[in-house]
C-alpha cells in the first residue's frame, strides 16, 4: 500500500483525504508534463466516501487502462496549463500538510475561474485547469460551494464537474448590479481567482468546444450560433481566428462543426493560449477556447490511427440524463453482443451514474460530462472524434434503445463464434465491398406494454407491446468514412465520398425502443423534457416531431390508461432471446437483476 493510499484509508475527514490525493494529483502531473487535464470525474472515484479510499489504486490502473491511447480533450482544459501548473504546485505542496482547508491561506481548489457562460436557467463557470477528483469530492457536499458575484451577491452551486461548475443566476432584483462584474466561486472562506465576467457570454453566440484532429493539421470547433439553415454549405467569409490577428482557412463545415487549419508552425507560439474562435463576415464570435503549444495534440507530429489499429471493432456514443437505473442493463446486454467501449455524454446527471458506472468499470465505460444545451449533434460528432482513435466502428444510440440483431443471434452462446453485431456489420459491409460507411437500423417504440412500475428483470423481458410501424432509424456507423466536418444529423452521420450507407433488412437486426416507460419511470423524464416539449411544440415543427407525446400537456398527471397505451402488436422477440440465453444469466437471475 502506498502511503497516499494508508493515510487516506486510516484518516480523516473526507477533505484531508481530498488533499492528499490532489498532491498525488500534482505528481503525477509533473511527472506527466504537457499532459492534457481531462475532464472525466472518473479519476479518484474512490474518495467520496472514508470507507472507499482503500480501494484507489486498482481503479486508478482500471482508469489508466481505459485511457490507454484515448485523448480526452476539451475546451478549458486546451489552455496552457503548464504555467498555470508550476505557479500552483508551489502553493499546493504548502496546502498539503495543512490540517483543514480552512485553515491555510491559499485557494483550495487551485484552479482559475476563467469563463462563465450564462444559459437561461443557470450560469456555467468553466476552471483552468480542470480540476480532477473535484466532482467526486465535492458532488454529496456541493452546498459548500457558493457562488460569488459582485457585492456580495450569492447563490447556490447546482452542479459540480472536474472542470466547471453549473450556478444559479441572482435574483432578478440584484442580477442587473452585478452584470459585467466577476463572477466566482467561494468555498469555505477561500475564493477562486476568476477572470471571468458575469453577463458577458451568453449561449446564443460562443465557441464552445475543440477537438483537435489528429488525421491532420486542423482542429475541429463546435460553436452555437452559427447556422440558422440546416445547410452544409460553407458560409461566405467564414474564417478561424487565433489570438487577435492570425487568420486560418476553414477546411470544412456543417451545421454548427466548423473544421479550421492550425497557423503555420512558425506562427504557433504567438498565439499560445490565447483565444481560438471564428469569424464571420468580420464579426468575431465569442469564445472559451484556447490555444495551447506542447500538449500531444497541437504538438509538431500527428498521429494517423489506422483503421486496423484500434482497439475495437465496435464502440457506442449516447448522449445521457440520469440513466443510472437503466445503465447495467443496456451496457451488459450490448457488450454481450459486442459493444466493446461506452462512452456516455453526460447532460448533467444527478443520480447515481458514477457509483453505477463504478460496477461497469470492466466493460470500458467512461463519463464525458457535456453541459450544452441543445447540442445533440455536436456531442455525436465530439464523441465520434473521440472515439475515432479507437474505434472501428461506432454505434449512436440511447440508453432506452437496445440493438436486437436478429437474424445474427445464437441462444447457444460458444466462445469461437464472433458477436453478433460484428456479424452483422462485416456481412452488410461484405456485400457493399468493403464500403460501408453506415448501417442504419429501424426503430420501434414500445409502449408500457400493461406495466406501472417496471420489474427488477429490467425492460428487455417486460416491455414487449409496441407500434407497428418502426419511427426513424438509428446508425452503426465507420468512424474512417465519417466526412470531415464530422457531420451528426443525430440518426445518421455524413460521409465522406466513396462510402455508401445501407439499411438493415428487419429480419437482420431492428432496435427495440423502451420510449413509453411504464409510468413511475416515464413521469421522471417527462417533468424534465416538458420544457423542452412545450416548446417544440409550436415551433419546428417538422424538427423532431416523433418526441412529441401524444396526449400529454405540461403536467406530469398519468394519463388515462397510459399503461396500455402505444401497443399495436405484441412483440416477444427480444424478451425470448434474452430469457433463453445462458449468457444473460447469473445464479438464476438476469445479470442486471
Ligand atoms: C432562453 O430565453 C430566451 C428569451 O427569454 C428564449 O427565446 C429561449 O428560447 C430560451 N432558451 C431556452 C433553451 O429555454
Ligand atoms: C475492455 O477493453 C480491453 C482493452 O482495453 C479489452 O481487452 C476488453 O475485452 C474490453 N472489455 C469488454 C467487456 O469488452
Ligand atoms: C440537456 O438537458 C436539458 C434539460 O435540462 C435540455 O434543455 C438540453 O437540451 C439537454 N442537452 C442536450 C445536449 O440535449
Ligand atoms: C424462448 O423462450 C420463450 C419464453 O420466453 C419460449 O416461448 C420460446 O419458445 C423459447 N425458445 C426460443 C427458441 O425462442
Known amino acids: ?82 504555467e498555470v501548473l508550476s505557479q500552483q504546485r508551489e502553493s499546493s505542496k504548502k496546502a498539503i500538510y495543512k490540517d483543514s482547508p480552512s485553515a491555510i491561506g491559499i485557494n483550495p481548489l487551485l484552479s482559475v475561474i476563467q469563463a462563465a457562460v450564462a444559459f437561461n436557467e443557470s450560469v456555467l463557470l468553466l476552471m483552468n ?82 477537438s483537435p484532429l489528429e488525421d491532420d493539421r486542423d482542429i475541429l470547433l463546435f460553436v452555437k450560433g452559427l447556422s440558422h439553415s440546416k445547410r452544409s ?115 448533467n446527471s444527478d443520480d447515481d451514474i458514477e457509483n453505477v458506472l463504478e460496477s461497469l468499470r470492466s466493460y470500458n465505460v467512461s463519463r464525458h460530462p457535456w453541459p450544452w444545451l441543445k447540442t445533440q449533434e455536436a456531442s455525436f460528432s465530439h464523441c465520434a472524434v473521440r472515439a475515432s482513435s479507437q474505434c472501428k466502428w461506432v454505434a449512436f444510440i440511447d440508453l432506452d434503445e437496445f440493438i436486437f440483431p436478429k437474424g445474427f443471434v445464437h441462444t447457444k452462446v460458444s466462445e469461437v463464434i464472433e458477436p453478433p453485431l460484428h456479424c452483422l456489420i462485416k456481412e452488410y459491409d461484405r456485400v457493399d465491398k468493403g464500403k460501408l460507411g453506415q448501417l442504419k437500423i429501424s426503430n420501434f417504440n414500445f409502449g408500457p406494454s400493461g406495466l406501472r412500475i417496471l420489474p427488477k428483470s429490467g425492460q428487455m423481458v ?53 420510449k413509453y416507460h411504464a409510468w413511475e419511470d416515464f413521469k421522471l423524464k417527462f417533468v424534465r423534457r416538458a420544457a423542452t416539449f412545450v416548446t417544440d411544440w409550436g415551433q419546428n415543427k417538422d424538427l423532431d416531431s416523433f418526441d412529441r407525446t401524444p396526449g400529454l400537456g405540461t403536467q406530469a398527471v398519468e394519463p388515462l390508461d397510459w399503461a396500455h397505451q402505444f401497443c399495436e402488436i405484441e412483440d416477444t422477440s427480444l424478451r425470448d432471446y434474452v430469457m433463453n440465453t445462458s449468457n444473460f444469466y447469473l445464479a438464476g437471475k438476469l445479470l442486471w437483476e
Open 1 to 82: 500500500m502506498t502511503r497516499w493510499e494508508h493515510d487516506c484509508a486510516g484518516c480523516c475527514g473526507r477533505w484531508r483525504c481530498f488533499f492528499q490525493k490532489v498532491y498525488m494529483h500534482w505528481v503525477l502531473l509533473v511527472v506527466a508534463l504537457g499532459l492534457l487535464l481531462f475532464w472525466d470525474a472518473s479519476f479518484y472515484q474512490g474518495c467520496s466516501e472514508d470507507s472507499r479510499c482503500g480501494g484507489l489504486i486498482s481503479r486508478h490502473v482500471a482508469n489508466d487502462l481505459l485511457r490507454d491511447g484515448e485523448h480526452e480533450h476539451n475546451l478549458a482544459s486546451l489552455q496552457n496549463v503548464q
Open 129 to 210: 485547469p480542470p480540476f480532477t477528483g473535484l466532482r467526486n469530492a465535492l458532488q454529496e457536499e456541493i452546498h459548500q460551494l457558493r457562488c460569488l458575484f459582485a457585492k456580495g451577491v450569492q447563490t447556490d452551486a447546482v452542479m459540480v464537474e472536474d472542470g466547471m461548475v453549473q450556478c444559479k443566476h441572482p435574483q432578478n432584483a440584484m442580477r442587473k448590479s452585478v452584470t459585467g462584474s466577476v463572477v466566482t466561486l467561494k468555498f469555505d472562506s477561500s475564493i477562486l481567482p476568476a477572470t471571468a465576467l458575469y453577463g458577458k457570454i451568453g449561449w446564443k453566440k460562443l465557441v464552445y468546444g475543440v
Open 233 to 347: 454549405l460553407l458560409p461566405d467569409g467564414l474564417e478561424c481566428l487565433y489570438g487577435d490577428n492570425v487568420r486560418t482557412q476553414v477546411t470544412a463545415f456543417c451545421q454548427e462543426n466548423v473544421r479550421c487549419k492550425l497557423p503555420a508552425r512558425r506562427i504557433q507560439h504567438e498565439v499560445n493560449g490565447k483565444s481560438v474562435t471564428i469569424v464571420l463576415r468580420d464579426k468575431i464570435f465569442p469564445s472559451v477556447v484556447r490555444f495551447s503549444l506542447g500538449t500531444t495534440h497541437f504538438d509538431t507530429h500527428t498521429v494517423v490511427v489506422e483503421e486496423t489499429q484500434r482497439p475495437f471493432f465496435l464502440c457506442v456514443c449516447s448522449l445521457v440524463w440520469n440513466g443510472a437505473k437503466f445503465l447495467k442493463e443496456w451496457i451488459m446486454y450490448h457488450s454481450s453482443l459486442g459493444a466493446q467501449r461506452f462512452f456516455l455524454y453526460d447532460n
Open 462 to 514: 417486460n416491455y414487449i407491446c409496441r407500434m407497428s410501424v418502426p419511427k426513424r432509424v438509428k446508425s452503426i456507423v465507420r468512424a474512417s468514412a465519417i466526412h470531415p466536418s464530422y457531420c451528426s444529423r443525430v440518426h445518421y452521420f455524413e460521409l465522406k465520398a466513396g462510402y455508401v450507407a445501407a439499411q438493415a433488412v428487419r429480419r437482420d437486426a431492428v432496435i427495440h425502443h423502451f
